[in-house]
T-cell receptor, first 111, second 113 residues
Framework: KQEVTQIPAALSVPEGENLVLNCSFTDSAIYNLQWFRQDPGKGLTSLLLIQSSQREQTSGRLNASLDKSSGRSTLYIAASQPGDSATYLC??????????FGAGTTVTVRA | NAGVTQTPKFQVLKTGQSMTLQCAQDMNHNSMYWYRQDPGMGLRLIYYSASEGTTDKGEVPNGYNVSRLNKREFSLRLESAAPSQTSVYFCASDEGYSNQPQHFGDGTRLSIL
């Protein structure tokens, strides 16, 4: 059974600092990995999807890397802003229809 | 540009009552999903429908039933609500086994007294 872990559970940084969010998974046989953002009281919004054959994906200030062999992904957010405050979740698709989610990292960016 | 729409947004039930959560997507996706989200536990899959006409159990199916009414709509039914089913329920859709992202509704916040 795929287990997905995100550490730390919460993170607080001053505005302008770079954010580094970690995701680890137990089974390296994945089809893809997705990073989501969740604002309070809202659903999840997809940020980046990394296919199993890719090492990284970038979108604006966001960059996600994937190391399948070590079972790790990292989401980098450059020059954080208060609007980046949210919960960030990673999810892996093992190779069928089902996603396995981590519990998320709640980020607070202090102005 | 609605995406995934869930109704209702909030609901309070008494133990033993039944209700149906509705979900509709307008992206012509083949696959739809129901999750529950509890504090500190991430999202857990309840049921999913890989394509119209099919449904399968996820990680936590006990106490729930689903219906894939057509390609757009996927409903979740609680036949006899229990306090342990107090949670936030999310519906999602995507192209299934593909490298396309999953899209989520805004959730239904359900409290069972």
């Amino acid at each position: 059974k795929q287990e997905v872990t995100q550490i730390p559970a919460a993170l607080s940084v001053p505005e302008g600092e770079n954010l580094v969010l970690n995701c680890s998974f137990t089974d390296s046989a994945i089809y893809n990995l997705q990073w989501f953002r969740q604002d309070p009281g809202k659903g999840l919004t997809s940020l980046l999807l990394i296919q199993s054959s890719q090492r990284e994906q970038t979108s604006g200030r966001l960059n996600a890397s994937l190391d399948k062999s070590s079972g790790r992904s990292t989401l980098y957010i450059a020059a954080s802003q208060p609007g980046d405050s949210a919960t960030y979740l990673c999810a892996v698709r093992p190779g069928d229809y089902k996603l396995s989610f981590g519990a998320g990292t709640t980020v607070t960016v202090r102005a | 540009n609605a995406g995934v729409t869930q109704t209702p947004k909030f609901q309070v039930l008494k133990t033993g009552q039944s209700m149906t959560l509705q979900c509709a997507q307008d992206m012509n996706h083949n696959s739809m999903y129901w999750y529950r989200q509890d504090p500190g536990m991430g999202l857990r899959l309840i049921y999913y429908s890989a394509s119209e006409g099919t449904t399968d159990k996820g990680e936590v199916p006990n106490g729930y039933n689903v219906s894939r009414l057509n390609k757009r709509e996927f409903s979740l039914r609680l036949e006899s609500a229990a306090p342990s089913q107090t949670s936030v329920y999310f519906c999602a859709s995507d192209e299934g086994y593909s490298n396309q992202p999953q899209h989520f509704g805004d959730g239904t916040r359900l409290s069972i007294l």
